[in-house]
């Protein structure tokens, strides 16, 4: 089969390599249909190489066709159509029973300390095959996949793999009160959808801040109230102060994580990581810190005292200093975390319809052929040809 494969930094490639096949009597095998690119791929494009091999077959964001199922898979058969969620969770050990699916106890990776094994995401969590090919096995066949019917077109249920729960995780972290105010950082995938689904659940202000023109206005399209941190810069507090009666949001939600934009230090730091041995690369990553923090802090300062804080955005290092005495003085609360995709899957499918509440319809503005993914990554790292959201056709 064709896949997307790593094979360094800046550097990935459509290949030809092995089918994959039925290894557990679970197992199911899914002929890909659509694939996305997420925000998190960048950072295997960019800084994530040191938990990375040559090979390795990227993407998280699927669905498909089931082709072959395991003898004991009594849910599914050849044919059925079904969204694949990005973390691989069993469905019925106590972290799962618990909603969550991103700890799930059979899938953590314990040898690295980490949580359920991910699709296509480095050694940090399993380093499984992706989803960014024709082919993919799939494990748990009848408790993992979501089935979906045939009809509408892929995009009515792709993001159920990724995009659609982490955005409501997202959201419910921030517990938002009935009309109550949430910004936004980042106006990316995840920010974007979770600024829809903010105004979908009843918010009454949803302030919406990034530096890229295609982000922001797509966004105040949306009804978004939209600030270009290029413009607002160090008094972004002060301007969503200034329309909050002098508080600031009851929430602020970081769809932002460790990209490294307006940040010279992070990136200088990123950048000399990539240039390590693998062992040594790895530990800097994680004992010394070389997140850049400027999102979290824009959190802190922008978000009411007794406010809520929600982190979506990836982060890697653990070490990097947060401003704790404000933290405590605020009385800010702070959730985050992976998606828990199959606790939220209930809430959003019923959204899913004609009517389209959401937009996913017409939320991806590329759709571009599998052998045209290393473009398209470079692309969206550029941040060019006002590219937001990108699904893969194989």
Not at 60 to 81: C, F, K, N, W, Y
Not at 138 to 158: E, I, Q, T
Not at 243 to 252: E, K, P, S
Not at 349 to 368: C, I, K, Y
Request: charged letters at 25%.
């Amino acid at each position: 089969m064709r896949a997307l494969t790593w094979q360094g930094k800046r550097d990935v490639r459509v290949e030809t390599v092995p089918d994959p096949r039925i290894e557990d009597p679970t197992d199911i095998i899914v002929r890909i249909t659509s694939t996305g690119i997420c925000g998190s791929d960048l950072h295997l494009y960019e800084v994530l190489g040191p938990y990375l091999d040559p090979g390795d077959i990227l993407g998280h964001e699927p669905m498909g066709i089931v082709e072959e199922v395991g003898p004991q898979v009594t849910s599914l058969a050849p044919g059925d159509r079904v969204v694949v969620p990005f973390n691989i969770s069993c469905g019925h050990c106590y972290m799962c029973d618990q909603g969550l699916h991103s700890q799930c106890e059979t899938t953590q990776v314990r040898e690295r300390g980490m949580g359920a094994a991910l699709f296509g995401y480095t050694k940090l969590y399993g380093q499984v095959p992706g989803g960014q090919a024709e082919l993919l096995r799939v494990p748990f066949g009848d408790s993992l996949p979501v089935k979906v019917p045939h009809g509408p077109a892929d995009d009515r249920f792709v993001y159920l793999s990724d995009v659609l729960p982490t955005a409501w995780q997202a959201v419910e972290y921030a517990a938002i009160p009935p009309g109550g105010s949430v910004t936004v950082l980042g106006l990316g995938p995840i920010g974007a959808m979770a600024a829809r689904i903010a105004r979908h659940r009843g918010a009454g202000l949803v302030v919406g801040v990034d530096l890229v023109p295609d982000r922001l206005s797509r966004a105040a399209a949306d009804g978004v109230l939209c600030l270009d941190l290029r413009r607002h810069g160090k008094e972004l507090g002060d301007a969503i102060r200034d329309l909050t009666d002098g508080r600031g949001t009851d929430a602020v939600i970081d769809a932002v994580g460790m990209e490294a934009h307006g940040a010279p230090v992070a990136k200088a730091a990123h950048g000399a990581v990539g240039l390590l041995p693998d062992a040594l690369a790895e530990r800097l990553m994680e004992t010394a810190g070389v997140d850049r923090l400027a999102a979290v802090r824009a959190a802190i300062d922008v978000v009411r005292r007794g406010g809520t804080v929600s982190v979506s955005g990836v982060y890697g290092g653990a070490a990097d200093p947060l401003p704790m005495l404000t933290m405590f003085d605020k009385q800010i609360q702070l959730r985050m975390g992976q998606a828990n995709v199959k606790r939220w899957v209930d809430d959003i499918l019923p959204l899913l319809t004609d009517e389209d509440p959401l937009g996913v319809d017409d939320f991806a503005t590329h759709r571009l052929p599998l052998e045209e993914g290393p473009h398209a990554f470079k692309t969206f790292q550029d941040k060019g040809d006002g590219m937001i959201k990108t699904l893969l056709i194989p």
